[in-house]
Each structure stands twice: as structure tokens, then as C-alpha cells.
């Protein structure tokens, strides 16, 4: 799997004010917010679910990445995506930096992306 994925009992706006806190609890911020439905509606005219990509950063990691190999900014920030599913409840997702940080080829940053992952899915799994 590409990701580490969730359906919640929440409705999609609980669960926009919920996951900033969860990913908190593991060190992230929430650096960057795209709202897909406004995106799409604005560029293409369509009509399109809920849903919004967050960009999490966890700054020592994010940190230790970048000094170990400058090409890992192509894989920062960590995509967290929550939308409205189809019974109106919100579903939670967040890369795996696992499969991203594999095609670096570097063990360094391998290691790395484990601790991150460990992370999120601690993250993820406080929301109900």
C-alpha cells in the first residue's frame, strides 16, 4: 500500500479540526492546505467530494533529511489527505515515506523514512 489509510467515525469538518492536533502529537505542523472541491470547481467547473491535502512537517526530521541528501526536498512535505467518503464520514490518509524515500536509493534516509512512518500511523491511529 502507498499510504497509511483510515476511515473515521467523524464527519469530514471533525475530523479537519482533529488531524492538525494528532499530527501535533507526533511533532508535525501543518505547513500547507489545498482544498481540492474549491481547486477543481475554481479551474475545471466540476463538482468534486470534500477534500483537502495537508502538508505535514516534522522540522527535525524534515532537518536530518535535507543534510543527508538534498534530492529528499523533493519528498517534503508529508501528504496527509482527509475527504468526505461516501456515507458523509471523513477518510484519513498520509503517505508512507517508506515507498516515496525508496526510489533515493540511500539506506540513510531509508532508516529515516521508517521513523517517520512510525509517526504518522501513531498519528492516524488516535483519530477515531
Known amino acids: 500500500m502507498f499510504g497509511i489509510r483510515k476511515p473515521l467515525r467523524a464527519t469530514y469538518d471533525e475530523a479537519l479540526g482533529r488531524v492538525p492536533e494528532a499530527l501535533k502529537s507526533e511533532g508535525f505542523g501543518v505547513l500547507t492546505e489545498i482544498d481540492m472541491q474549491g481547486t477543481l470547481e475554481q479551474k475545471l467547473g466540476v463538482d468534486f467530494r470534500r477534500y483537502k ?4 512537517c516534522n522540522p527535525p526530521f524534515a532537518h536530518e533529511a535535507l ?33 516515496t524515500v525508496s526510489a533515493t536509493g540511500n539506506p540513510n534516509l531509508a532508516k529515516l523514512a521508517e521513523k517517520v512512518k512510525e509517526k504518522l500511523a501513531r498519528a492516524i491511529s488516535r483519530l477515531e
Open 53 to 56: 491535502i495537508l502538508g505535514a
Open 67 to 99: 543534510r543527508e541528501d538534498l534530492v529528499a526536498g523533493l519528498l517534503l512535505p508529508c501528504n496527509v489527505v482527509v475527504y468526505e467518503g461516501e456515507d458523509q464520514r471523513a477518510v484519513v490518509m498520509a503517505v508512507d515515506p517508506t515507498q
